[in-house]
């Protein structure tokens, strides 16, 4: 990263808790087509991909993706065991990038724990314009003044860091089989919300649900900032293997968005015809159920709670003040994470196909 640029990561989850070795053949071949060069093609490289996977992620798609990004300095692959979880938080990924930090302390990425920093989450199957990245750093490094000062000026709990959520409210709606391109405006959608506070608040991207981000801005007393760019600024894409139910209501696309798309996003498209031709087997979907991945969200969370219940029963043990209760509490909640987990194993193949 250059000296003058504050620190800039993206965080990209990437089949977290699947094991299907199909789901990870369309999905490799949509990041590898839309994402990955996406990325690569920003005007300012002043970033950190941060690709996060599950620890058991199949070996062969493991293999496939350090032959992707091998000889990139500034994509990390950054592995995450979600069954050794003990906190998550409901409504955000805020356990997602406390792994990243520890990733980014551990391998030297940041150097100063209190620094500025901001953060983005770009899923696998979407896409940036070529000058996002430059844009949010410029209005970042603008707005670095009025930050200093909300510090300053806040004498309570919020005193640590000032901040604020940028968005582009204009995109386009791409459904990926068919070729269909669609103009939308959705301001804090998913791929379009950055955040810059410091590092040690443990604030980022993550911290809420995208479209909430205007309400948590006002408790957290950032600045919320709809930043007009005048042109389509993200991609998101729908698929038949997103987690997202979608329909599409008729095949007529919109040709001026059809040559932004190309022109605009580095995207691959002798990459897209080959993930098509990979799905060629199913035809184009007009409609879309969705992945119901939220049964496999609560199975990990009961995980992590079972997690630190048993590590606080252990402690005990370790330190002679459990008694007979807590010895059977503990060998009942010890098995009960082991069905958990076999839950959560028998889902990552059944539900993500």
């Known amino acids: 990263m250059s000296r003058t640029a504050l620190p800039h990561f993206v965080v990209t989850r990437l089949g977290i808790g699947i094991r299907n070795e199909d789901w990870f053949r369309s999905a490799l071949g949509l990041f590898e087509a839309v994402t990955f060069p996406s ?7 002043d970033f950190a991909s941060l690709i996060i996977v ?10 496939r993706l350090d032959r992707l990004i091998g000889g990139r300095p500034n994509f990390h692959i950054v592995p995450i065991d979600l069954l050794q979880m003990h906190r998550v938080r409901h409504g955000c990924f805020d356990y997602v990038w406390d792994c990243c930090q520890e990733y980014l302390l551990g391998n030297g990425l940041i150097a100063d724990p209190f620094a500025y920093v901001t953060t983005a989450v770009l899923d ?6 070529r000058e996002t990245v430059a844009l949010v750093q410029e209005r970042a490094a603008a707005e670095m003044p009025a930050f200093l000062a909300a510090e300053r000026n806040d004498l309570h709990w919020r005193r640590h860091t000032g ?3 940028l968005t582009f409210p204009d995109g386009l709606r791409w459904y990926a089989h068919s070729d269909v391109v669609r103009p939308r405006h959705r301001p804090f959608a998913s791929m ?3 955040v810059t506070a410091r590092f040690s608040s443990g604030i ?3 911290s809420s649900r995208h479209l909430a981000w205007p309400s948590y801005c006002e408790m957290l007393g950032f600045n919320p900032v709809t930043a007009e760019a005048g042109r389509p600024m993200w991609v998101y894409v729908r698929h038949d293997r997103s987690e997202v139910s979608w329909q599409l209501q008729d095949q007529v696309s919109d040709r001026t968005c059809v040559e932004i798309l190309h022109r605009d996003f580095g995207i691959d498209f002798d990459k897209v015809a ?10 184009a979907p007009l409609s879309h159920s969705g992945i119901p991945a939220m049964e496999q969200l609560d199975c990990y969370f009961r995980i992590s709670a079972l997690n630190r219940q048993i590590a606080a029963l252990e402690r005990r043990a370790d330190n002679g003040d459990a008694g007979p209760a807590d010895t059977e509490l503990l060998e009942k909640q010890r098995a009960l994470r082991e069905a958990l987990r076999d839950v959560y194993g028998r889902q990552a193949v059944s539900i993500f196909r």
Do not use: I
């Not at 599950?54 to 293999?63: I, L």
């Not at 696998?124 to 314009?129: E, G, L, S, V």
């Open 39 to 45: 990325l690569g093609a920003q005007s300012c490289p």
């Open 54 to 63: 599950g620890h058991d992620m199949p070996a062969g798609a493991r293999s």
């Open 124 to 129: 696998a199957d979407d896409a940036w314009h």
């Open 163 to 165: 901040g604020m959520c």
């Open 192 to 194: 379009s919300v950055f």
């Open 204 to 206: 980022s991207a993550c």
């Open 274 to 283: 080959e993930w098509r031709k990979d799905r060629a087997a199913h035809a």
